[in-house]
C-alpha cells in the first residue's frame, strides 16, 4: 500500500517524524521566502506583467513543482541532519565542543524549533570534511540551508579531478585542499 500522507511518507522510509515537527521545520525555513497563508492574490496587471516578463504564471505546473521541490528538500535536510548529540558521538567529542564549533562557525547548523541540526552532507567517515569551517567561513552570509547544501552537493565545473567534474563536498573529501572550493565560495557573494 502507498503512503497517504507525509508523514506515512517519511515513516516508510524509515525517517518517522511527528507532523507538527515536520510543519515546524517547514515555517522556519520556508516562511521567509513563501506568502502569508491569508495573502492577498496578485493584483490582474501584476500577474499579466509577471507572466509577460518571467514566464512564472502563479498556480502554474512549474511553479507547484518547484514549491513541492523545496518542500521535500527541507524535509529532507532537516530529518536527515544529526542533533548535536548524534554529531558528538558520530565525532567522538563532548557536545559541548559541538556547541563551541557551532558558534565558531566550524560545522554548518540550522537551526529547527530550539534546536540545531548538523546537515549530514557536512561528514564522512566519522569526520568533518577536511577544509570545512574555511569554506563555510568564504560563503556569503545569510543563504538559505538549502542553498548552502546546493553548494556543497553540486558538482562545480571549476572543481574538476582528472576530468571529473566534482561537488565541492566530493572534491574536499577527494583532494582535501579547500583553497579552490573556498575561491569558489567567494565567488558567490559578488552574485547575491
Partial sequence: MTAETVADF??????????S?????????LDAHLGAPAAAALPVETA??????????PGDSSVTGAAGQAVAATATLAQTSLSVQEAAELLGVHA?????????????????????RLP???????????GLSAVLGALPAGLHPLE????????????????????SRDWLIAAGDPKPVVELAQSLDAQV
Avoid: K
Fill in 10 to 19: 517519511l515513516h516508510e522510509r524509515g525517517l518517522p517524524v511527528p507532523e
Fill in 120 to 130: 549530514a552532507w557536512q561528514f564522512n567517515d566519522g569526520h568533518l570534511l577536511s
Fill in 48 to 57: 499579466d506583467f509577471l507572466h509577460q516578463h518571467s514566464g512564472v504564471v
Fill in 21 to 29: 515537527e515536520l510543519v515546524a521545520t517547514l515555517r522556519q525555513f
Fill in 148 to 167: 548552502v547544501e546546493g553548494f556543497f552537493m553540486t558538482p562545480q565545473p571549476e572543481l574538476s579531478i582528472g576530468g571529473t567534474v566534482r561537488s
Fill in 96 to 116: 559541548s565542543r559541538v556547541r563551541h564549533r557551532i558558534a565558531d562557525g566550524a560545522v554548518h547548523a540550522v537551526r529547527v524549533g530550539r534546536a540545531n
